[in-house]
């Protein structure tokens, strides 16, 4: 796991650039440590890769064009891909810590298979909701955050790291199914395939 305190961007945009970008495993897993960036907050920026999100400590407030949604120690969340998105650090008293797993949606199923036409294009290309919560109070919701926590105990240089990550978000993606599929809102009809 990486820890960041800055985001590059690609020249001319609000693109955020990745260190996976136009590598052959789309994945990263970080530990941000939002007091350190500077202004104090994550500017407006957006990526193609999903962001899953747990906070370890503190307190973040996260800003779309859809509106605002606050994050206590605790709690999860998933930005979806594509989403113009800011953040800003709430709480004064602790340190504001938010591990992340940054993915290319392509990694669980591609556009051109049945797995990505079913189960990940319907998230991926969905109009809302931006931002989904997790929050530890909603029985449905803990596993999800013990799902999201327990994927970064796994060590990169372990033998089969790769396939178990991806194995992992996977379930996680599939929980998010279960839980979000009545609150994505679909050009033309409901969301994804039966």
Do not use: C
Request: proline content about 6%.
């Amino acid at each position: 796991m990486r820890i960041t305190n800055d985001l590059k961007f690609y020249t001319g945009s609000r693109e955020e650039h990745l260190p996976y970008r136009d590598t052959d495993f789309p994945y990263l897993s970080s530990r941000a440590r939002l007091d350190d960036y500077s202004g104090k907050m994550v500017p407006w920026h957006w990526h193609k890769a999903v962001e899953l999100f747990y906070m370890e400590s503190g307190e973040i407030r996260d800003e779309t064009p859809e509106g605002i949604r606050d994050f206590p120690e605790g709690s999860g969340g998933m930005v979806n891909s594509n989403v113009l998105h800011m953040t800003t650090p709430q709480s004064r008293s602790r340190k504001n810590t938010q591990l992340l797993h940054l993915f290319d949606p392509g990694l669980i199923g591609g556009t051109g298979d049945r797995i990505g036409q079913k189960y990940v294009q319907p998230i991926v290309t969905a109009l809302r909701p931006e931002i989904l919560v997790f929050s530890p109070e909603h029985p449905d919701h803990r596993e999800l955050l013990r799902m999201i926590r327990q994927a970064f105990e796994l060590q990169e240089k372990e033998w089969g790291y790769e396939i178990k990550i991806r194995n992992v978000l996977s379930e996680i993606w599939l929980r998010i199914w279960e839980i979000f599929r009545p609150e994505f809102a679909m050009e033309g009809g409901a969301a994804g395939g039966n």
